[in-house]
């Protein structure tokens, strides 16, 4: 694909893998819009960067249809969205309870599948489009203390090949990095 003035949306893109991604995608030419839940973090890292950044928390899902829209907006389009924002916790079974497992597929699983819905009629309408699911190795293989995370990524696996096999006719790319 050419990098070059692709419109790309990073979210959890202010730290680790997703600040990295933005600095190499605008390095390449692209468009980059990073997102992450702290406003100041967000917009020091793309002023550092050369990107444009907006704050938003993606299990925040009242908020998806306008973030979703401002986002396309502020890039002039969308090409690639890349799913990066994702939190862990690692109690031990046993230690799990109810907040630990809305918290970590509040983000890791429904608000991605969110907001991806919201972005989808853009790429439709233009009949193109790349989304890639941020996972992990936890999508793979479970480790102790990893039931809620692991759990989480095994999720976006899976909706990762259900969306592959729904948006391919639609010349729309899925793709999953573990």
Not at 27 to 46: D, F, H, M, W, Y
Not at 93 to 105: A, C, M, N, P
Request: charged letters at 15%; proline letters at 1%.
């Amino acid at each position: 694909m050419n990098l070059n003035n692709a419109k790309v949306l990073i979210t959890g893109g202010s730290s680790g893998l997703g600040k990295c991604m933005a600095e190499v995608l605008s390095e390449a030419g692209a468009s980059v819009l990073i997102t992450g839940r702290n406003e100041a973090k967000v917009q020091q890292v793309a002023q550092e960067i050369g990107c444009q950044g907006l704050a938003f928390d993606i299990s925040n899902y009242s908020s998806l249809k306008e973030n979703a829209a401002t986002s396309v907006q502020l890039l002039g389009g969308i090409d690639v969205l890349i799913n990066n924002a994702g939190i862990g916790v690692f109690p031990s079974l046993g230690e799990i309870d109810l907040d630990h497992l809305q918290s970590i597929f509040g983000t890791n699983v429904f608000g991605l599948t969110l907001l991806t819905q919201e972005l989808l009629p853009y790429f439709k309408k233009q009949k193109k489009g790349n989304i890639i699911n941020i996972a992990s190795t936890a999508a793979l293989k479970g480790f102790a203390r990893g039931t809620v995370y692991a759990a989480s990524k095994f999720a976006v696996r899976g909706l990762t090949q259900c969306w592959l096999a729904e948006l391919r006719k639609e010349n729309i790319r899925v793709m999953l990095v573990n």
